[in-house]
């Protein structure tokens, strides 16, 4: 019998609600439900909002022509900063806190991937905190304890970002690219419309996959991991690795990318309990040095190396939520050499050296993961003990 039989009997059409600490609307045409979102909105006396997203994809997708009319329909006035790049600056986040406050924005509505959803939520803190900027956030001059509402609408199936309290942005002058978590920007509504991601590139739905994964390994076996992040990564990994493939040969496949945005959806609630360590904490500083570098691209790269440091101290959990994708591991190497052989299958052979990093980086790069704000308490819930001579080492293997 095949186990998983039961997924072709999920009518992909029916959307449903889902209860994180977000209220998820999940399904093909889940982003009709931004209608009801914005009657619920203007009862409560929200008039006006700020839409954050990219340059194109939120039009390109028609995830804006809905939303718009159903703004418009219910009087709720809007402006839209559309100036949001992949890996997010506090600049950025500065220039749209100002044009929010100016406007009198009372919510958050963010369209797109992770950047726009982490950059939303950072407005949303900074509307509540008029005299802070995005480096005070980013640099923990404060600790936020509001934000005005946010509604996250999903256009990847990676960040996770749409369920729970993490963001990220990087401060171009430090090269500093830290993470933030506070429970007042858990987004209180989240649309994950897999129609809206069809049109992702070959590159984007590999990367965004990987970034799934990643998110599961880490929050499974991490010093604060629990059996519902072991049974959460194990399902993530289990559908990706199944519906990836599909998704890479028919980009237009709705089932493959319904249940490649189900992985990420609860991928994102995974990590918000198990939380990250060394793959994240070591992606950052990549992405910080190059920002037109792929978050998703970065952490497969160094997986292997990861799950080779990592793997004598969680064997087990690493054979049970790796076997999908990588079976017959038995030791650090052949589980690295599993996992690569994998991220080969799906298109992704990458090495930091393709992209441009060199030995000489690793010193710099090894810094900036123990120097960087937040990182160093990624690296403190690792399995093994973080050192600089072990991270470095990650990179230079990665190399």
Same mark, same amino acid.
């Given at each position: 019998?095949?186990?998983?039989?039961?997924?072709?009997?999920?009518?992909?059409?029916?959307?449903?609600?889902?209860?994180?600490?977000?209220?998820?609307?999940?399904?093909?045409?889940?982003?009709?439900?931004? @209608?009801?979102?914005?009657?619920?909105?203007?009862?409560?006396?929200?008039?006006?909002?700020?839409?954050?997203?990219?340059?194109?994809?939120?039009?390109?997708?028609?995830?804006?022509?809905?939303?718009?009319?159903?703004?418009? /329909?219910? $009087?709720?006035?809007?402006?839209? +900063?559309?100036?949001?790049?992949?890996?997010?600056?506090?600049?950025?986040? =500065?220039?749209?806190?100002?044009?929010?406050?100016?406007?009198?924005?009372?919510?958050?509505?963010?369209?797109?991937?992770?950047? &726009?959803?982490?950059?939303?939520?950072?407005?949303?803190?900074?509307?509540?905190?008029? =005299?802070? #900027?995005?480096?005070? *956030?980013?640099?923990?001059?404060?600790?936020?304890? /509001?934000?005005?509402?946010? !509604?996250?609408? $999903?256009?990847?199936?990676?960040?996770?970002?749409?369920?729970?309290?993490?963001?990220?942005?990087?401060?171009?002058?430090? @090269?500093?690219?830290?993470?933030?978590?506070?429970?007042?920007? +858990?987004?209180?509504?989240?649309?994950?419309?897999?129609? *809206?991601?069809?049109?992702?590139? =070959?590159?984007?739905?590999?990367?965004?996959?990987? =970034?799934?994964? $990643?998110?599961?390994? /880490?929050?499974?076996?991490?010093?604060?991991?629990?059996?519902?992040?072991?049974?959460?990564?194990?399902?993530?990994?289990?559908? !990706?690795?199944?519906?990836?493939?599909?998704?890479?040969?028919?980009?237009?496949?709705?089932?493959?990318?319904?249940?490649?945005?189900?992985?990420?959806?609860?991928?994102?609630?995974?990590?918000?309990?198990?939380?990250?360590?060394?793959?994240?904490?070591?992606?950052?500083?990549?992405?910080?040095?190059?920002?037109?570098?792929?978050?998703?691209?970065?952490?497969?790269?160094?997986?292997?190396?990861?799950?080779?440091?990592?793997?004598?101290?969680?064997?087990?959990?690493? @054979?049970?939520?790796?076997?999908?994708?990588?079976?017959?591991? %038995?030791? &650090?190497? %052949?589980?690295?050499?599993?996992?690569?052989?994998?991220?080969?299958?799906?298109?992704?052979?990458?090495? *930091?050296?393709?992209?441009?990093?060199?030995?000489?980086?690793?010193?710099?790069?090894?810094?900036?993961?123990?120097? #960087?704000?937040? *990182?160093?308490?990624?690296?403190?819930?690792?399995?093994?003990?973080?050192?600089?001579?072990?991270?470095?080492?990650?990179?230079?293997?990665?190399?």
């Amino acid at each position: 019998m095949n186990i998983n039989n039961w997924q072709k009997d999920v009518n992909i059409n029916e959307v449903k609600e889902i209860r994180t600490r977000s209220t998820v609307y999940f399904g093909c045409g889940a982003i009709q439900k931004i @209608n009801d979102i914005a009657k619920l909105y203007s009862k409560r006396g929200i008039d006006k909002v700020i839409v954050m997203s990219g340059k194109n994809a939120y039009k390109s997708t028609g995830a804006w022509d809905v939303v718009e009319k159903a703004l418009k /329909e219910n $009087n709720i006035g809007y402006i839209n +900063y559309d100036k949001v790049t992949p890996n997010p600056t506090t600049d950025a986040i =500065d220039e749209a806190a100002i044009m929010a406050r100016k406007f009198n924005a009372k919510a958050v509505i963010t369209i797109g991937g992770g950047s &726009p959803t982490d950059a939303g939520k950072s407005v949303a803190i900074l509307l509540k905190y008029d =005299d802070k #900027t995005g480096s005070d *956030l980013y640099t923990f001059e404060f600790t936020p304890t /509001e934000a005005v509402p946010v !509604v996250a609408i $999903n256009l990847t199936h990676g960040t996770g970002s749409e369920t729970n309290r993490f963001a990220v942005a990087t401060i171009l002058e430090k @090269n500093y690219k830290p993470a933030i978590a506070y429970d007042c920007i +858990y987004p209180e509504f989240a649309i994950d419309d897999p129609d *809206l991601m069809v049109g992702l590139s =070959d590159r984007q739905t590999r990367y965004v996959s990987i =970034d799934a994964v $990643n998110h599961v390994i /880490e929050a499974a076996t991490s010093t604060v991991a629990s059996p519902y992040t072991v049974t959460l990564a194990r399902e993530t990994i289990e559908l !990706v690795g199944r519906y990836l493939p599909k998704a890479i040969e028919n980009p237009s496949d709705r089932e493959a990318r319904y249940y490649l945005c189900y992985a990420a959806m609860i991928a994102g609630v995974c990590f918000d309990n198990g939380l990250l360590h060394y793959t994240h904490a070591l992606e950052h500083p990549l992405s910080a040095m190059k920002p037109d570098f792929s978050h998703g691209l970065g952490l497969a790269i160094l997986l292997p190396a990861v799950i080779k440091n990592i793997y004598q101290a969680k064997s087990e959990i690493l @054979n049970y939520i790796l076997e999908p994708v990588a079976k017959n591991i %038995s030791s &650090p190497e %052949s589980a690295a050499n599993g996992i690569y052989e994998w991220l080969k299958s799906v298109g992704v052979p990458n090495k *930091l050296k393709d992209e441009g990093f060199k030995l000489e980086d690793v010193e710099k790069l090894t810094e900036l993961a123990f120097t #960087t704000p937040s *990182l160093d308490g990624l690296l403190g819930i690792a399995p093994t003990k973080a050192t600089r001579d072990s991270v470095a080492m990650i990179y230079k293997e990665s190399l």
